[in-house]
């Protein structure tokens, strides 16, 4: 149970690109039904409205006392109340908390998915019982989330956690963002696979990359062996800010077994200190942390 919080059933939804989730939680923050169904999202705004409230009616007809609800989507709120950085581009510049508020006839809290996988690891995950959590998102984007005792750091502009902008290359590739060299150009799974194909000219997935670097083929080596060495130079910079208890990996990459060994061997050689205690934990909710990091909020 979240710290300082009363105890009490709450909803959760995670709004994403392909599926919206929906989940109650009892009052020990365990999960006890969840809904799932196709957002559908290339059928418009007021669709995505009309999936997000079918999956609500059918949480509150088994937590009926619940009066307000957590989101989690991709991007974040701006102050105006609009949303921004979606890659569900539909959603961006519409006032998302606001419409959901009025159609559900609940309060609403939007959060980014990244601070709700931080949030639910830090809460009832990996993280559980540490004082300062860094969740971080390894999958078709980098992203993160910073918990302490139990409450998310969104920081005043909502940019706490964005590691995956962190430039470790100013001659590096060009980033959407604007910049060059960002972590996300390097260590998202789109990204290392790029950098496969480049130096074999073959297309493959990142498990297909991974298998074939344990098998021992040399462009795979050297992309892998790169791959480790920069996820190294990246998390050191973070724990040389933060110097969090326990940094959890999220996403599809976080997988990847050698994270945990090399990479942290890797991390090891570019913190700043002469030994490296920060444990660095697989996730333990799997998929279902953003739609539990979404109850959260409440
Ligand atoms: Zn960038």
């Not at 790029?194 to 795979?220: C, F, H």
Request: charged share 20%; hydrophobic share 40%; glycine share 14%.
């Amino acid at each position: 149970m979240q710290v300082g919080k009363p105890s009490r059933r709450r909803i959760g939804i995670d709004l994403g690109g392909t599926k919206v989730e929906g989940v109650v939680l009892d009052a020990d923050d365990r999960p006890t039904s969840r809904y799932r169904m196709a957002t559908e999202s290339e059928r418009g705004y007021e669709h995505i409205l009309g999936r997000v409230e079918i999956i609500v009616d059918m949480c509150r007809r088994e937590a009926p006392e619940c009066v307000a609800i957590g989101i989690g989507t991709p991007g974040a709120v701006c102050r105006d109340g609009t949303m921004k950085n979606c890659n569900t581009t539909c959603l961006n510049d519409r006032l998302l908390p606001q419409d959901l508020t009025e159609r559900l006839g609940m309060t609403v809290q939007v959060e980014n998915d990244a601070n709700c996988f931080a949030l639910a690891e830090a809460v009832a995950g990996a993280g559980r019982g540490a004082g300062l959590v860094f969740g971080v998102i390894l999958g078709t984007g980098v992203g993160g989330g910073i918990v302490h005792r139990g409450e998310l750091l969104p920081g005043p502009q909502h940019l706490a956690g964005e590691w995956g902008h962190h430039s470790i290359d100013p001659l590096g590739p060009a980033c959407y963002c604007g910049q060059r060299g960002c972590v996300e150009r390097f260590l998202a799974g789109p990204a290392v696979e790029e950098q496969y194909r480049e130096r074999s000219g073959q297309a493959a997935d990142m498990p297909a990359i991974v298998a074939a670097y344990r098998a021992g083929e040399p462009a795979a080596t050297a992309v892998v062996e790169q791959f480790l060495d920069r996820f190294g130079r990246a998390v050191a910079n973070l724990i040389d800010i933060l110097d969090p208890d326990v940094i959890v990996l999220g996403g599809g990459l976080s997988n990847i077994d050698e994270l945990y060994t090399l990479g942290r061997d890797a991390v090891a050689g570019y913190v700043f200190n002469n030994e490296l205690r920060t444990p660095l934990r697989r996730n333990l909710l799997g998929d279902s942390a953003g739609v539990i990091g979404a109850a959260l909020l409440l």
